[in-house]
């Protein structure tokens, strides 16, 4: 039995609510990301941001996140408001990654449910023992359209609270 069907999908109007909110996702998580780089950078060298990107450019989200949090402490910038930040950032990281590398399966309905699954083909551990480690895949995720805009509306005020430290950033002189 195929766990999935490898078919392209057109778009028509049931499916494009659904990728229209996950392209806008993927295009907040991407806008999200980069605003974390360049408050890094200048966080590690205000006046040479070139030099700062070398040194992290090939980071994951998760150092990107970890190195923001010791920055902010070392250098006493918004430290609490970059805590907050995080903290909201943190549950979204695998949710990003499944939005970016999942397999989007076409959209359904189902007693008057409309929803579209993403799908994950990775192999997970599902348990292990002493004796056996028992791995599985194709593990999906179901989402409706309010799911969607949830998501969008976290992704929204991460973006605004990031804007808002990154324009901070130039008003300080200590940056300039």
Aim: proline share 2%; with cysteine.
């Amino acid at each position: 039995m195929r766990p999935f069907k490898y078919e392209l999908q057109e778009l028509n109007e049931l499916n494009l609510p659904f990728y229209t909110r996950i392209g806008l996702l993927s295009v907040r998580f991407a806008e999200i990301e980069s605003l974390i780089t360049h408050i890094n950078e200048k966080l590690i060298n205000p006046g040479e941001e070139l030099i700062s990107h070398i040194l992290i450019k090939d980071n994951s989200l998760h150092t990107n996140l970890e190195l923001i949090k010791k920055l902010s402490s070392m250098r006493s910038y918004e430290e609490e408001n970059i805590l907050k930040i995080v903290s909201k950032l943190k549950p979204l990281q695998r949710l990003r990654n499944s939005f970016i590398h999942g397999v989007w399966l076409d959209v359904m309905v189902e007693k008057s449910e409309t929803f579209i699954y993403c799908t994950d083909h990775r192999w997970v551990v599902k348990e292990k023992n002493s004796q056996q480690t028992t791995r599985t895949r194709y593990s999906k995720e179901r989402y409706t359209i309010q799911d969607l805009e949830k998501q969008i509306k976290i992704a929204d005020e991460i973006l605004f609270d990031l804007k808002k430290l990154w324009e901070n950033l130039y008003e300080i002189s200590y940056f300039e």
